[in-house]
């Protein structure tokens, strides 16, 4: 079993990611900021991070960014889910070193797979 840690400042989002990171049989932790995000990454240490975007603080964007420059979270996978649904919404986050973007509402097929892939890459 995974553990896959899930960021969104919205608990109905929260909720719905739960729901089906779980019944793909993974451990989930949440986190409602950018800054509890990087917090619990450090010390849960999650195979998996599944992040929102536009979240009031730090974004995701800044968030990716900080866990990239920390020696203990610079490997974990980051994977955007967002409503940012744009190519070159797309394009920048990737740019930013997320290992995949996938847009809300979520496919759950899609998002495990993209959790799948991200754990074997």
Do not use: N
């Not at 919205?10 to 917090?39: C, D, M, N, Y």
């Not at 070159?88 to 990737?94: E, H, M, P």
């Not at 847009?103 to 993209?114: E, F, S, Y």
């Amino acid at each position: 079993m995974s553990k896959i840690l899930i960021v969104d400042d919205s608990p109905t989002q929260l909720f719905w990611l739960r729901q089906i990171v779980e019944q793909g049989g993974h451990q989930t932790l949440t986190a409602e900021s950018g800054e509890k995000a990087i917090e619990l990454a450090g010390c849960e240490h999650p195979e998996v991070i599944l992040m929102d975007i536009v979240m009031p603080g730090m974004s995701g964007y800044q968030a990716k960014r900080q866990l990239g420059k920390a020696d203990s979270t610079r490997h974990i996978p980051v994977i955007f889910v967002s409503s940012k649904d744009g190519d070159a919404d797309r394009a920048w986050g990737l740019r930013q070193g997320a290992r995949e973007y996938v847009t809300k509402p979520v496919d759950p097929t899609l998002l495990l797979t993209a959790i799948s892939e991200a754990m074997a890459a």
